[in-house]
């Protein structure tokens, strides 16, 4: 069994940064691909980045490609994801999530370990 916490979020101005934290708890979670989330008001959740559990692997939405960067250490259980010039529209509460498969999925259905979440506002 993996629980996961994330911290990190917050207010931040357009063009800013932030690296959001996923600390886990269970033996099992230098196994599991590891992936964050996110989830705009009235929009449905949406996959972020993922990072396989050697961590020499990871995907990105077309939307962050070159701004974020998913990274994982097996040794601390946390993953992290550091978010660079942000916009707007990445305005969202992001959630930390993992998954027991082999590899790096996109649908948040096959993940079944999820974190409380973390909200991340860019003002304009």
């Known amino acids: 069994q993996v629980q996961l916490v994330e911290s990190g979020g917050g207010l931040v101005q357009a063009g800013g940064s932030l690296r959001l934290s996923c600390a886990a708890s269970g033996r099992d979670f230098s196994t599991y691909v590891m992936a964050w989330f996110r989830q705009a008001p009235g929009k449905e959740r949406e996959f972020v980045a993922g990072i396989s559990w050697t961590g020499d692997t990871a995907y990105y939405v077309e939307s962050v490609k070159g701004r974020f960067t998913i990274s994982r250490d097996n040794a601390k259980n946390t993953v992290y994801l550091q978010m660079n010039s942000l916009k707007p529209e990445d305005t969202a509460v992001y959630y930390c999530?993992?998954?027991?498969?082999?590899?790096?999925?996109?649908?948040?259905?096959?993940?079944?370990?999820w974190g409380q979440g973390t909200q991340v506002t860019v003002s304009s």
């Open positions: 999530s993992g998954s027991s498969r082999r590899s790096i999925v996109r649908s948040s259905s096959l993940y079944n370990h």
